[in-house]
């Protein structure tokens, strides 16, 4: 059975520092690996998708990697800023489109 | 190209009461999620469908819980009676739902239940 997790559960940081998130999950087939930034009161929205095939995902200051023979997966955020205050969770894709989740790390940039 | 839609965003009951959740998924997407988000967690999977059949349902707690998708399009997720660990944000999501696994979920911003 898959499971995702994710540490450190909450981080804060000042603004302008670059900073990695951690992913790690238990059962290497996987058919992707994606992150999502969930505001206070809304939704999730999807970030980066890496394809089981792929090492990496880039978009703007977002760098996702992913190394499925160790588990891992990093969300890369550079020249943080505080509209990236948010909570952000991975999800491993399994067959019939499923994503088992992490409970999310809260990452706080402080201005 | 309009969003998934969630209503109520925000609901309020008693335990052993009766509510229920309507989700709208982007026009065209086949696959249609409910999640249960309890605080300080990852969304649980509560039912899958495709157009209007059931993948997965494995997590659903039939016994209190129930959801319909008809005619392949909106959907509704029930609660009846409510208990008190039903307290959370029920989450509904879509996806084209196409020929492959490569494919990313789009989430509606959430029915906000407290159960008291």
């Known amino acids: 059975k898959q499971e995702v997790t994710q540490i450190p559960a909450a981080l804060s940081v000042p603004e302008g520092e670059n900073l990695v998130l951690n992913c790690s999950f238990t059962d290497s087939a996987i058919y992707n690996l994606q992150w999502f930034r969930q505001d206070p009161g809304k939704g999730l929205t999807s970030l980066l998708l890496?394809?089981?095939s792929q090492r990496e995902q880039t978009s703007g200051r977002l760098n996702a990697s992913l190394d499925k023979s160790s588990g891992r997966s990093t969300l890369y955020i550079a020249a943080s800023q505080p509209g990236d205050s948010a909570t952000y969770l991975c999800?491993?894709?399994?067959?019939?489109?499923?994503?088992?989740w992490g409970a999310g790390t809260k990452l706080i940039i402080k201005p | 190209e309009a969003g998934v839609a969630q209503s109520p965003r925000y609901k309020i009951i008693e335990k052993r009461q009766s509510v229920a959740f309507w989700c709208n998924p982007i026009s065209g997407h086949a696959t249609l999620y409910w999640y249960q988000q309890i605080l300080g967690q990852g969304p649980k999977l509560l039912i899958q469908f495709q157009n209007n059949g059931v993948v997965d349902d494995s997590q659903l707690p039939k016994d209190r819980f129930s959801a319909e998708r008809l005619k392949g399009v909106d959907s509704t997720l029930k609660i009846q009676p409510a208990k008190l660990e039903d307290s959370a944000v029920y989450l509904c999501?879509?996806?084209?739902?196409?020929?492959?696994?490569?494919?990313?979920?789009?989430f509606g911003p959430g029915t906000r239940l407290l159960v008291l």
């Open positions: 999800a491993a894709g399994g067959s019939n489109y499923q994503l088992i």
């Open positions: 999501a879509s996806a084209p739902g196409g020929a492959t696994n490569q494919e990313t979920q789009y």
């Open positions: 890496i394809q089981s």
